[in-house]
């Protein structure tokens, strides 16, 4: 069975850091692309990072760029969401999914077939 698995919420101050764990089981990551989707209550799935399988391209929301940053370790069949200046508008349950190609993989979330249950992140003081 195919799954994704991810880690590493919690409640966190702004300001602070989470780093986030994406680990696969079933299957090896290295043939995937790997994004992270966030979905804040009340509000639409949204797009915050991707990394291609080769990890040559690296994409960012623009509300994230230059706080968080996406990295795999296909040894250890994981992807990571580090997660730093965490403001009270990250709060949201944080999704990773896994697609064959990177491609306008934000855009076809909606398509996506693998994805993980979810971790919530909560940055409150």
């Known amino acids: 069975q195919l799954q994704l698995v991810e880690s590493g919420g919690g409640l966190v101050q702004p300001g602070g850091s989470l780093r986030l764990s994406c680990a696969a089981s079933?299957?090896?990551?290295?043939?995937?692309?790997i994004g992270w989707f966030r979905q804040a209550p009340g509000k639409e799935r949204e797009g915050v990072s991707y990394?291609?399988?080769?990890?040559?391209?690296?994409n960012y929301a623009d509300s994230v760029n230059g706080r968080f940053t996406i990295s795999r370790d296909n040894a250890k069949n994981t992807v990571y969401l580090q997660m730093n200046s965490l403001k009270p508008e990250d709060t949201a349950v944080y999704y990773c999914?896994?697609?064959?190609?990177?491609?306008?993989?934000?855009?076809?979330?909606?398509?996506?077939?693998?994805w993980g249950q979810g971790t919530l992140v909560t940055v409150s003081s």
């Open positions: 999914a896994a697609d064959r190609f990177s491609v306008a993989f934000f855009e076809r979330y909606r398509y996506l077939k693998l």
């Open positions: 079933g299957f090896t990551l290295d043939s995937y692309a």
């Open positions: 990394i291609s399988s080769s990890g040559d391209t690296i």
